[in-house]
């Protein structure tokens, strides 16, 4: 296990039986995001694609919230603005952080421990799986601040749910328990909280120790698919497989098939 260096105290790091824990450590702002938060954990994810030796990730939180959205406080005052200064923070901001999530080339899992809301919702929903305890919440806070939902939400929340959950969700801002956001399909397990680090880690190791080449192709098809005509689809199907057939894990896999043992993947 390697541990985070101390200064890097709001966002906590650990790399652990080939998974990395990337944790927001700002439990009295319930973890809203700051600029140098943001950086760290597009960092840390960027990392994570390179290094071989991480074949997962989690990314959670302490406290009671999972991440409150962005963290406003700082910024120009309106009246300091210029035109294109709000669409370039955005693009350079909470759609770098998103992307960042998205474009990872290990499975990203979400541990929401508590609310998730704005661009907290969002880096949640961009994970590949969602794990929630009981007691989460997911707001599209947004609508309640005045706002247009930014960070990918009206991009991936139609994909989840459809158009029109998407638009109840965002036209009303109304806080959605783990539970419902489970039966709508925005999260795959909802837990008691005291278990929610033992299931994130369960299912993290298991990512972990499969054939990770062939998980990383996998997401970038279905991710790609959802933007894709079928003949596309297919094509990039076919590539993607041609491919990940010259990995170690997939002439792994095929031999413990024909050996009728069970397989030992490297993550390469």
Same mark, same amino acid.
């Given at each position: 296990?390697?541990?985070?260096? $101390? ?24 973890? =809203? #995001? ?6 760290? !954990? ?22 009671? %919230? ?8 700082? %910024? ?15 693009? #350079? ?11 990872? +080339?290990?499975? !990203? @899992? ?19 799986? !969602? ?9 599209? !806070? ?14 991936? @929340?139609?994909? @989840? ?5 998407? &638009? +109840?969700?965002?036209?009303? %801002?109304? $806080? ?8 709508? %399909?925005?999260?795959? &397990? ?5 278990? #929610?680090?033992?299931?994130?880690? +369960? ?12 998980? =990383? ?19 990039? +199907? ?21 050996? /009728?043992?069970?397989? &030992?993947?490297?993550? /390469?």
């Amino acid at each position: 296990m390697t541990e985070a260096p $101390a200064q890097d105290a709001t966002i906590l790091h650990r790399t652990d039986n080939n998974v990395s824990w990337i944790t927001l450590n700002r439990p009295d702002a319930m973890n =809203a #995001l700051t600029w140098d938060q943001r950086e760290r !954990v597009i960092a840390l994810l960027a990392d994570a694609s390179a290094d071989p030796a991480i074949r997962a990730v989690v990314v959670t939180a302490t406290g009671k %919230g999972f991440c409150a959205g962005a963290d406003l406080r700082g %910024g120009p005052a309106p009246t300091d603005r210029v035109a294109g200064d709000v669409a370039r923070m955005i693009r #350079l901001g909470a759609q770098r952080l998103i992307t960042a999530v998205l474009d990872c +080339e290990k499975p !990203v @899992l979400a541990a929401v421990n508590g609310t998730a809301a704005g661009i907290g919702a969002h880096l949640a929903l961009a994970c590949d799986l !969602v794990i929630a305890a009981d007691t989460a919440r997911f707001i599209e !806070v947004f609508v309640r601040r005045g706002l247009v939902p930014d960070g990918g939400g009206a991009y991936l @929340l139609p994909r @989840l749910v459809g158009p029109q959950k998407a &638009k +109840e969700l965002m036209f009303f %801002g109304d $806080a959605l328990p783990a539970a419902d956001a489970e039966r709508l %399909g925005l999260v795959n &397990k909802v837990v008691a909280p005291e278990d #929610l680090e033992a299931a994130a880690r +369960e299912w993290a190791e298991r990512l972990a120790q499969g054939p990770t080449r062939a998980i =990383a192709m996998t997401k970038q098809l279905v991710n790609a698919s959802l933007d894709s005509d079928r003949a596309t689809a297919l094509a990039a +199907e076919a590539t993607a497989q041609e491919i990940n057939m010259t990995t170690a894990d997939a002439n792994e896999g095929v031999a413990s098939f024909v050996e /009728r043992r069970t397989p &030992k993947y490297l993550g /390469r």
